[in-house]
Each structure stands twice: as C-alpha cells, then as structure tokens.
C-alpha cells in the first residue's frame, strides 16, 4: 500500500511540475488590499509546498489525537 500512497504523490507533483512549465503567464493575485503580481508558475509551486507542508502537519496531528483517544477508551 505504501508504494501505491508513493506512487500517487510523485504522479501529482509531476503534474504539478508540468502544469507549473507550461505556464509562465504573469498573474495578479490580490489579498486584504495587497496585490502580488508572479508567474503563475511561481504561484503553483509555492502553493503546491505550503499544501504539502500544512496538509503533512493536519494529518500527523489527527493521528496523535485518535491514537491517543483509543488509547484513553481502553
């Protein structure tokens, strides 16, 4: 099962990477009156490791909650 979890994250992330080539079109993106204007391929990138990097964190600390209310039940 481990190999298929591995295969699923590098398929994604090389269709990130190939969506992230193929657009260098510069996009504005606006946010609480603040505008950041980069490449869209920029953007998709560094989206892509903050989704990684929180989703990561999300899923470790809703592990350690349900081990440890089993843990608490028995």
Do not use: C, D, K
């Not at 193929?22 to 993106?29: P, Y």
């Not at 869209?40 to 081990?67: D, K």
Request: aromatic share 14%.
């Amino acid at each position: 099962m481990r190999w298929l979890y591995l295969a699923v994250i590098v398929l994604f992330a090389a269709a990130t990477i190939i969506f992230a080539a193929q657009n260098f079109e510069t996009v504005t993106i606006s946010f609480f009156r603040m505008n950041l204007s980069l490449p869209l391929a920029v953007q998709t990138i560094v989206v892509y490791l903050l989704g990684a990097a929180t989703g990561g964190s999300v899923f470790a600390l809703l592990r350690r909650s349900y081990t440890g209310s089993q843990r608490s039940v028995e």
